[in-house]
């Protein structure tokens, strides 16, 4: 079977868009979602009703949680300021929605079983880079496939048919690619291919401003950092 994974949306509907359309087309019996649906981005309304309407698996990110409780104090200035501007404008769907994420999921995937975390399983707030992934941090956690998202960089490591995998970030890449970015899982032969998808930066950049968020978020798009 084909899992297809998505995270760090980050309330960039142009790019959701895009990834979606490519998602359909390769007809995933799963789809999934690393968390960070909201932040930084000018559309979390938008994004959040089309995660709900192409994902079946879903966690909370550190800017999902950060939406609803107007928490900031672990954030940087812009992402802090990004993230009240969100609270500010959740619609009540959007914010039942976000309330309704864990921390972590677990599934069964094609004889496979998949956990799913936004940060660390240790900490939902760590980053992961793919230096740090080794057979302990899988072993910890007794499933055939690691989902981490987080860190907005692309990677899988494989282990004895056994995968742990970052998807990289649908809305806001920082590997120095521009590009969007997901994965899909084919859970028979257990590897896993990394796709990066255009999308209109411009469009979405040009959004980021006129909403009045930090300047920043929207030049960081055209760069991928």
């Known amino acids: 079977m084909r899992l297809a994974v998505i995270a760090d949306v980050h309330s960039n509907i142009h790019a959701l868009e895009a990834a979606s359309m490519l998602i359909s087309e390769r007809s995933p019996d799963i789809v999934a979602c690393a968390g960070d649906v ?7 309304n938008e994004c959040c009703s ?9 966690v909370a990110g550190n800017h999902d949680r950060a939406a609803i409780s107007k928490d900031v104090s672990r954030m940087n200035p812009y992402a802090a300021a990004a993230a009240i501007w969100t609270s500010d404008r959740l619609e009540e769907s959007s ?4 309330s309704s994420l864990e921390p972590s999921v677990r599934f069964a995937a094609g004889g496979r079983s998949a956990a799913m975390f936004h940060g660390s399983p240790a900490d939902p707030d760590e980053y992961v880079q793919e230096d740090a992934v080794d057979r302990d941090l899988l072993d910890g956690t007794g499933c055939d496939i690691l989902i981490l ?3 907005h960089v692309p990677y899988v490591k494989s282990f004895d048919e056994r995968l742990v995998l970052n998807p990289g970030s649908v809305g806001q890449p920082r590997d120095g690619d521009p590009r969007g970015s997901f994965a899909i899982v084919d859970t028979d032969k257990m590897d896993c291919e990394t796709v990066r998808f255009e999308y209109p930066v411009k469009e979405a950049a040009d959004a980021i401003v006129s909403a009045g968020l930090p300047r920043i978020l929207a030049e960081r798009l055209s760069i991928g950092r």
């Open 95 to 98: 914010r039942r929605f976000l």
């Open 149 to 151: 998202g987080h860190t």
């Open 38 to 44: 909201v932040g930084y981005g000018a559309f979390p």
């Open 50 to 58: 089309r995660v709900q309407e192409l994902c079946s698996r879903s």
